[in-house]
């Protein structure tokens, strides 16, 4: 399995991004994903995940409630994570990653997944 993540960039403050994830495989629908950010000097943390098959159930950090949005579109073997009113506190490295067993619910332990991207860089200037 690889995750290939794209769509971080540099952007002012208040500004929207939106990043994608592309899997490989064939059975990516039968996962939960996930996003995370680390940002310099800091230890990874959770930014959302969202439940394999339909997508229905998806959970936010606190810090980004009502500002991002995970999505997933499993014809395309893809998820995304729509960002709006970036901060400055937002700029860090965001990775994509596959959730450990098929069929369940998304996590906020960086532990329970078994595939990451390579991740992708984003920085909010003020």
């Known amino acids: 399995v690889q995750l290939v993540e794209s769509g971080g960039g540099l952007v002012q403050a208040g500004g929207s991004l939106r990043l994608s994830c592309a899997a490989s495989g064939r059975t990516f629908s039968n996962y939960a994903m996930g996003w995370f950010r680390q940002a310099p000097g800091k230890e990874r943390e959770f930014v959302a995940t969202?439940?394999?098959?339909?997508?229905?159930?998806?959970n936010y950090a606190d810090s980004v409630k009502g500002r991002f949005t995970i999505s997933r579109d499993n014809a395309k073997n893809t998820v995304y994570l729509q960002m709006n009113s970036l901060k400055p506190g937002d700029t860090a490295v965001y990775y994509c990653?596959?959730?450990?067993?098929?069929?369940?619910?998304?996590?906020?332990?960086?532990?329970?997944?078994?595939?990451w991207g390579q991740g992708t860089q984003v920085t909010v200037s003020s």
């Open positions: 990653a596959r959730k450990q067993g098929s069929l369940g619910l998304g996590s906020a332990l960086p532990s329970e997944y078994d595939y």
């Open positions: 969202i439940s394999a098959w339909t997508g229905g159930i998806k």
